[in-house]
């Protein structure tokens, strides 16, 4: 928590956030009130009163901490108006936080102050960047829980390279995000990305201090689980258009082309020998092979491991989504890699049980056919996941509503329940 000196405060906002915050904080803070940036009069609010956004005018000295989803936009009026960060306010993100949003604190924070800010909010900590893919999500809950490195280091939490827009590419080209960066952890995104150069592995090392520690780490791909895997979706489509999926399923789209009747469609891909097993120990072993040949420009990989385990469960929702287990097992060899534990030693992490559980990657998924839970004698084989907003908005699918989904989606097929 950012350390106010005054234990006199208000909060900015009459939201659900302000009043969560009201009842955490009352017995740490002298709430004054509230001050509602929309309101046209004083009220009440939690019991509390409220004032409208005048009163800011008068805090004397008291601060005001910033709560909701616009706090981005009030600090950013309050500091075209005149008000001063951290003597008059101060945003939740920088109050509260257990890594540093630096798109956050970069949109508010005036660039002489932003020294001063990150040293602050850093409290003698190291700052690690996490740089890749949509598998970064759980890498970086992970650490967050693992109390030798939360107390040594701290995450400048950037996007993923997809979720990156034009208003969070400012978050790249600023030099206050490597300038104290101690600890890079990366997949190795080439040059070449689709979404620049300036979002690329290269890119980012080039800007870091020469004390900074390098870790690359194994971008997962593994295509074992699924046979029928195509090409990826057009992303607009999948973004704008309830029910796209976003990897082609090969069998299907020969099907469709064909305009086969659904029922001989069904009857045939759901037949739990359709891929034959001599075919699916071939796609396994080719999938790992793939993963060990990924791995010789990196310094944290994990095929060994997939090896010995990666029949006794179905451990991906996508090619490229492991499930949180997976990338826990990566998160313990890049603490053991830094320096943190020794080979002998347990790693834990906080609440571990529910962060297994968590599943960040359950957002998109492939499925997984019969005759591939079949040859791994995974019983119980008769649903997959997939990501809602598939054309009947389910959480949860049989192969067959999989199979009629895909077909009433991408080649008009009527759909009957």
Same mark, same amino acid.
């Given at each position: 928590m950012f350390s106010i000196s005054d234990k006199k405060i208000y909060l900015l906002g009459k939201n659900r956030d302000a009043a969560i915050a009201y009842f955490k904080l009352k017995g740490k803070f002298e709430i004054l009130g509230f001050i509602d940036n929309e309101a046209?009069?004083?009220?009440?609010?939690?019991?509390?009163k409220c004032y409208t956004l005048r009163k800011m005018k008068n805090l004397g000295g008291v601060i005001a901490i910033v709560y909701g989803k616009k706090s981005i936009t009030i600090c950013n009026w309050l500091k075209e108006h005149g008000y001063e960060l951290f003597n008059e306010y101060i945003p939740w993100?920088?109050?509260? *936080?257990?890594?540093?949003?630096? *798109?956050s604190v970069l949109s508010v924070t005036p660039p002489d102050k932003m020294d001063f800010v990150l040293e602050r909010m850093r409290k003698g900590r190291?700052?690690? +960047?996490?740089?890749?893919?949509?598998?970064?999500?759980?890498m970086k809950l992970y650490l967050k829980k693992n109390s030798r490195f939360s107390s040594e280091f701290i995450i400048y939490d950037i996007p993923p390279i997809h979720a990156v827009n034009k208003n969070k590419e400012m978050v790249f080209q600023s030099e206050y995000l490597y300038k104290d960066v101690n600890l890079f952890i990366t997949h190795v995104i080439s040059e070449k990305n689709k979404f620049g150069y300036h979002l690329s592995t290269d890119y980012l090392q080039k800007h870091l201090p020469e004390k900074c520690r390098i870790v690359k780490v194994i971008n997962l791909w593994f295509e074992g689980y699924f046979p029928q895997h195509g090409?990826?979706?057009d992303s607009e489509v999948v973004?704008?258009?309830?029910?796209?999926?976003?990897?082609?399923d090969i069998n299907l789209e020969r099907m469709g082309e064909r305009k086969e009747n659904i029922e001989e469609i069904l009857s045939v891909v759901k037949n739990d020998d359709y891929y034959p097993a001599e075919f699916l120990q071939k796609n396994f072993e080719t999938a790992l092979k793939n993963l060990r040949e990924r791995e010789n420009v990196v310094d944290i990989g994990i095929s060994e491991y +997939?090896?010995?385990?990666?029949?006794?469960?179905?451990l991906f929702y996508s090619v490229n989504h492991p499930k949180n287990i997976v990338i826990k097992e990566i998160i313990r060899r890049v603490l053991r890699y830094i320096g943190l534990y020794n080979e002998t030693e347990i790693i834990e992490f906080k609440h571990e049980l529910l962060l297994d559980q968590e599943e960040c990657l359950k957002i998109a998924c492939e499925a997984v056919y019969p005759s591939v839970f079949k040859f791994l004698g995974i019983k119980g084989s008769g649903y997959t996941f997939n990501y809602p907003g598939v054309l009947q908005n389910r959480d949860y699918m049989t192969f067959e509503e999989y199979v009629k989904d895909y077909m009433?989606?991408?080649?008009?097929?009527?759909?009957e329940e």
């Open positions: 046209k009069e004083e009220s009440t609010f939690c019991g509390t993100f920088m109050f509260e *936080y257990d890594c540093i949003d630096f *798109y190291k700052a690690v +960047l996490i740089h890749g893919n949509c598998q970064t999500s759980p090409e990826k979706v973004c704008h258009i309830p029910g796209a999926f976003c990897w082609q +997939l090896a010995d385990i990666c029949k006794k469960e179905v009433a989606f991408n080649f008009s097929y009527e759909y």
